[in-house]
């Protein structure tokens, strides 16, 4: 998703170093507010900037180092398909588990899912895989 979305590889080597790992890069732009501007140029149109900087989201999560915050596929349809809502607090939580450095943790997400009741994701749910 990332790589399509930002017109990138995942690692390269010939860009400046702290664009050189791709979702450190977005990390880093998602910190700083500027999510979208990790989008390809080409795709960057301002009425699908929710979508683009969904998918960024997403993508981050799923490549997170910690498996216990990866969501399985079909968690990611669920967010794609406007079922299930990122919690308003990822970006705290991504930043939690990288600060942690443990490459599993238990946790839970919350997801609102179309604001009728809560559900909460724990490491049973997550994918075991990328």
């Known amino acids: 998703m990332l790589e399509v979305v930002c017109g990138r590889r995942l690692i390269d080597r010939r860009a400046e170093e702290n664009e050189e790992v791709l979702v450190d890069w977005i990390l880093e732009l998602w910190e700083h507010g500027n999510i979208f501007d990790a989008a390809e140029e080409s795709t960057r149109q301002e009425q699908n900037r929710g979508e ?71 490491n049973s749910f997550i994918s075991h895989g990328r």
Do not use: W
């Open 52 to 122: 683009i900087e969904l998918v960024l989201k997403l993508g981050v999560l799923c490549a997170h180092q910690s498996e216990s915050i990866r969501p399985d596929m079909s968690v990611v349809m669920r967010i794609l398909n406007g079922v299930v809502q990122l919690p308003d607090n990822l970006l705290d939580v991504v930043r939690d588990e990288i600060l942690k450095g443990r490459p599993e943790t238990s946790m839970e997400i919350l997801y609102d899912v179309n604001s009728i009741a809560t559900l909460t994701f724990t």
